[in-house]
């Protein structure tokens, strides 16, 4: 059973930044894509950006890009969410999720049903 812990959650200001991680215990990390998704209350769950194995091919929600960046470390099996210009509309839930039915995968998939393995989530709030 595939473990994924979230952290760095918390409220924040409208424009300003937080950092999420995720750290895993999915066997052959390094193998997988890998996504961040969020819910925020009342809405369903939808995509905010996707990772390939390697690091080299990225995808982003037509709402987040240009502000947020993911990214993984390989050797520490942890996957980052860097979010910068908080929007209130960005308050939600945010989970990491792996997709590890297509290892070595070039894209990584953008559909929630494609990751199979996800966290508890860590809740982000913008607000003033």
């Known amino acids: 059973q595939a473990h994924l812990v979230e952290s760095g959650g918390g409220l924040v200001q409208p424009g300003g930044s937080l950092r999420l991680s995720c750290v895993t215990s999915?066997?052959?990390?390094?193998?997988?894509?890998m996504g961040w998704l969020r819910q925020a209350p009342g809405k369903e769950r939808e995509f905010v950006a996707g990772l390939n194995w390697s690091g080299d091919n990225e995808y982003y929600a037509d709402s987040v890009k240009g502000r947020f960046t993911i990214s993984r470390d390989n050797a520490k099996n942890t996957l980052y969410l860097q979010m910068n210009s908080l929007k209130p509309e960005d308050t939600a839930l945010y989970y990491c999720a792996a997709h590890t039915s297509q290892p070595w995968g070039f894209n990584p998939p953008e559909r929630i049903d494609d990751y199979d393995y996800w966290g508890q989530g860590t809740q982000v709030t913008v607000s003033s």
């Open positions: 999915v066997r052959s990390f390094s193998a997988y894509s």
